[in-house]
């Protein structure tokens, strides 16, 4: 079975996607490469990366993408979502990113953001920029487990790929349980449930992507353009 | 002390007549009521008035709220087009009906109260519209509690009363980043959260039951014992089947409180998030 790529956070920096593609050239039997969102950001003009997103060269793995927060703030504050405005941006930054993320992009660009999806379900897996709760839903390491699994739950899935959060890490639901009690018109039954095996995998942003194999399990942690001297971490 | 808990009174008078009859007999001053004051049910004006008149603390229910703010619920509410086209009809019925003084009664009511670390809310914390029934997922049962930071979650809106009881939770989780990343979780670490005891209570229906019986639900917390009751109570539907059909309302709406359960509009998805 190929291979994917996951990608994030790119936030308009098209020598960063470069040095990715150039790296999966390299990288073999990858075939899909998914991009969560954050294509764009305020801090530097986006068009080019997002021209060549919608136009791939020869050679390059298409990206499918999804849209992120700042693609969510961008399309808000372009009236894409209805009453709501970048408020989130505007509280957390000011005014002047607001407009700065405005200047970012074309605005020829906002047909292809608008259409992009919230989450793709691959197999038994759920590739999001945040969570199945939220696009702004940042899930960590030293996310409450319970919330974790909750996030898992809602799309009924075994491994939910996010990407809000920046980092690179897999978190394994190893073990546990709880009891129900239930007491209705009906009567009073208990239920014994035990967690799944079920995972949520950080994949990182920038540079810092991720390859998962789907056949084997297998997980690699990569920067692009570092190899040899920073080796990927891989985890089976 | 006692209180009881209503919710979801859809309009119905001679139900919440009845009700309120049976909490007064109880000798029981404090009522919290969970919304869907109206909708459905032939008597709009008048099932708000009472709780007005009662001054019954409430919240808002998700028919409140698209009454209030049109009616703009995705298809996750209805299990069918025919049931849709009976709800908007019904949503448009109510909307005409209702007092410029209890629509903004309506508008007035919060999202959800609290009592100590007793929340009440209509749907789940995270919506009006969410159903948490009684065999969900355990997990997300307890984490629509702890999340909200409540011991005792009051909600309704499946309109079938239930106590459930969520404890001795446990997750146990292994981590495993790459180098380099933020200190704090170690490269490979193993760790486990111990879960709290919460509880659910649902207050079924006064207005719209679906529990399998005509009687309206609701339910009494004794506070000191912790105990819960849930309570079944008659009242006259055939008043209420008779209003809904000279009000003009689709005659099923009757049909379904005489048979005591709502096949017609049962939404189960628990997990489905409204895109609202």
């Known amino acids: 079975m190929a291979r994917w790529a996951l990608i994030s956070g790119l936030r308009g920096d098209l020598e960063a996607y470069e040095a990715i593609q150039a790296d999966l050239r390299h990288t073999r039997r990858v075939d899909t490469l998914f991009v969560l969102g954050d294509v764009i950001g ?6 080019a990366l997002l021209n060549r997103l919608q136009q791939p060269r020869r050679g390059e793995l298409e990206p499918q993408c999804l849209y992120g927060w700042w693609e969510d703030q961008l399309l808000a504050e372009r009236g894409y979502r209805g009453e709501r405005r970048a408020d989130a941006l505007r509280l957390s930054q000011g005014e002047a990113a607001v407009d700065a993320l405005l200047q970012a992009v074309d605005p020829a660009h906002m047909g292809w953001l608008a259409a992009l999806q919230f ?3 691959e197999l038994d897996c759920a590739l999001l920029h945040g969570s ?10 030293a996310s409450s487990p319970l919330l974790l699994l909750d996030r898992l739950t809602r799309m009924d899935v075994n491994r ?4 809000r959060s920046g980092r690179q890490f897999r978190l394994e639901l190893s073990g546990g349980g709880i009891q129900s009690q239930v007491q209705d018109l009906e009567g009073q039954r208990h239920q014994q449930q035990g967690v799944p095996p079920r995972q949520v995998i950080g994949i990182g942003a920038g540079v810092h992507y991720t390859i998962y194999d789907p ?4 997980l690699d942690f990569l920067a692009a353009g570092s190899r040899p001297q920073q080796r990927a971490r891989g985890f089976a | 002390m006692a209180h009881a808990v209503i919710s979801c009174l859809h309009a119905n008078l001679a139900a919440l007549e009845a009700v309120l009859a049976d909490i007064d007999q109880q000798g029981i001053d404090t009522i919290t009521c969970l919304g869907d004051l109206v909708g459905y049910g032939p008597q709009p004006n008048e099932v708000v008035n009472l709780v007005r008149e009662r001054q019954i603390p409430t919240c808002q229910g998700c028919w409140d709220e698209d009454i209030i703010e049109g009616l703009n619920a995705c298809d996750c509410s209805y299990p069918s087009q025919l049931a849709e086209r009976r709800g908007q009809l019904a949503h448009q ?13 309506l508008a007035s009511l919060p ?7 007793q929340l009440f809310v209509h749907g789940s914390p995270n919506s009006q519209h969410e159903y948490l029934l009684p065999d969900m997922d355990a997990f997300a049962a307890l984490e629509r509690v702890e999340s909200a930071g409540a011991e005792t979650l009051f909600c309704g809106h499946t309109h079938r009363p239930y106590v459930r009881e969520l404890r001795d939770g446990s997750i146990r989780v292994r981590v495993r980043q790459t180098p380099g990343e933020p200190a704090g979780v170690a490269e490979a670490e193993d760790r486990e959260l111990r879960l709290p005891l919460r509880r659910i209570i649902n207050a079924g229906s006064v207005g719209e039951p679906r529990h399998g019986n005509t009687h309206a639900t609701y339910v009494i917390h004794h506070e000191d014992t912790n105990a819960v009751e849930i309570r079944e109570v008659p009242y006259d539907v055939e008043r209420t089947c008779r209003a809904i059909v000279d009000a003009g309302l689709p005659p099923i709406f009757a049909w379904r409180l005489r048979h005591g359960f709502e096949y017609a509009e049962r939404a189960d998805d628990a997990s489905h998030v409204c895109e609202r």
């Open chain 1, 132 to 141: 199945s709760a939220a696009v702004d839903d940042s899930l960590e390491p």
């Open chain 1, 42 to 47: 305020p801090e530097r003009e986006c068009n």
């Open chain 1, 160 to 163: 939910l790929f996010t990407a």
């Open chain 2, 111 to 117: 999202m959800s109260l609290w009592r100590d670390r």
């Open chain 1, 119 to 121: 989450g793709f379900i």
């Open chain 1, 215 to 218: 056949g084997s399990d297998r």
């Open chain 2, 93 to 105: 019925w109510t909307a005409d009906q209702l007092s410029e003084e209890n629509r903004a009664f």
